[in-house]
């Protein structure tokens, strides 16, 4: 089998690039899915990042309604056992718990903790939608991710050359009826917590979107990758605006790629080729304790193949029963999207202290 791969991979790096099939399920360079939640130490995993010729970035998160994710310590334990086991494939962005946040020394505590997950090897930190959608203070109102408390937080972030990984707020149907249509529709129903569409007195879309961009503004030395489109899934015009507006935003493709499917193709090549500096590929895969190997691998592998043949090819990709086009974009921009804006917006993750700056100092 060895063999075999070897005898691949030269052919396949001699072959002229013109020639190159445009039905490849794989790319000829190594890919980073910047975005996925890996707690299992499996060896399939780290073989199938070799197979694969992958790095992920590896997210902790509190999410206090889904089961593995309710406290800060044992994921960034597995994170950093995760990491090892891959030889640093799996890179990995550690968190914090916010709900204390009107305790004296919350910041202070906070960073104390971060810094240690920075000396164990974290390249990035995550926020979480429970910042402006669920906690409130005492006299009742809602956490926003521009409040004054994140602050020194956020200046440690920057002076530490680690990237904020913000999921503030949730996708437009969240805020609206149950739709067997919208690729939420499993999602909402099995977390009626998060169907806002049940709890009408949390905040708008629109006010969360608002503080996160004052946030975004506010910290331009803190590069910021907003998780899933930031959240500005249905259009890729909104995303642009906020890219032309600052220049310290990125996003990454987090379970929302069907909503670029669901955009005019052409309109869709015309952002990913004008912002090709600015979007990181990545899945939300999970991988935990309890999954089994053989059905991971499969899922893993079908969801990269799928991805794959969407951005690569113009061949027709299924998606809830529907066809698709791929968008066929050309090499330059696929290394871009599937690995190297991956380097320059998360330092680190190749597993060096690789701290690249660009125009924000
Ligand atoms: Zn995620």
């Known amino acids: 089998m060895k063999r075999l791969i070897t005898l691949f991979s030269m052919i396949a790096c001699c072959w002229p690039m013109s020639a190159q099939p445009a039905s490849r399920s794989n790319p000829r360079f190594e890919r980073i899915d910047a975005h996925a939640h890996v707690f299992n ?10 197979w694969l ?3 992920i970035l590896n997210i902790c998160v509190v999410d206090k309604h889904d089961p593995g994710f309710e406290e800060v310590e044992p994921q960034h334990a597995k ?27 919350f910041a202070k505590g906070i960073i104390l903790k971060l810094n240690k997950t920075f000396d164990d090897g974290a390249v990035a930190v995550k926020i979480y939608k429970s910042i402006g959608m669920e906690l409130k203070s005492k ?3 809602y956490l926003m991710p521009d409040n004054a408390v994140f602050t020194p937080i956020l200046d440690d972030i920057a002076a530490r050359h680690k990237t904020l990984y913000a999921h503030i707020a ?14 939420d529709y499993s999602y909402y129903k099995g977390n009626p917590d998060w169907h806002m569409y049940l709890h009408p007195e949390r905040p708008s879309k629109e006010t969360i979107i608002a503080a996160r961009d004052r946030m975004v503004k506010a ?13 500005l899934e249905r259009d890729v015009n909104e995303i642009a605006r906020r890219f032309d507006l600052y220049p310290n935003l990125a996003v990454d493709t987090a379970a929302r790629i069907p909503y670029l499917m669901l955009q005019p193709r052409d309109k869709v090549i015309a952002f990913l080729t004008r912002y090709q500096d600015r979007v990181l590929y990545a899945t939300d895969l999970e991988w935990m304790p309890n999954d ?18 969407f951005f690569a090819t113009d061949e027709s990709v299924e998606y809830h029963g529907h066809q698709y086009r791929g968008l066929a974009l050309p090499e330059p921009i ?21 701290i690249i700056r660009f125009g924000l100092s």
Not at 222 to 228: A, W
């Open 219 to 231: 910290h331009p030395r803190v590069k910021v990758v907003g998780c899933h489109l930031g959240s």
């Open 292 to 309: 089994k190997a053989e059905e991971a691998v499969k899922h893993w592998e079908s969801e990269y193949e799928r991805d794959w043949k």
């Open 334 to 354: 696929l290394r871009k999207l599937y690995r190297d804006n991956a380097v320059r917006w998360v330092p680190g993750i190749l597993g060096k202290s690789t």
């Open 170 to 183: 949730e996708p437009t149907s969240a805020w609206q009826p149950l739709d067997p249509a919208s690729p």
């Open 79 to 105: 994170a950093l056992e995760v990491f090892r086991a891959t030889h640093g494939r799996a890179a990995w962005c550690s968190t914090f718990d916010p709900q204390d946040w009107e305790s004296p020394g």
């Open 41 to 50: 130490t499996a060896p399939e995993f780290a073989a199938l990042l070799e």
């Open 139 to 141: 006299d009742g109102k």
């Open 53 to 55: 010729n992958l790095r």
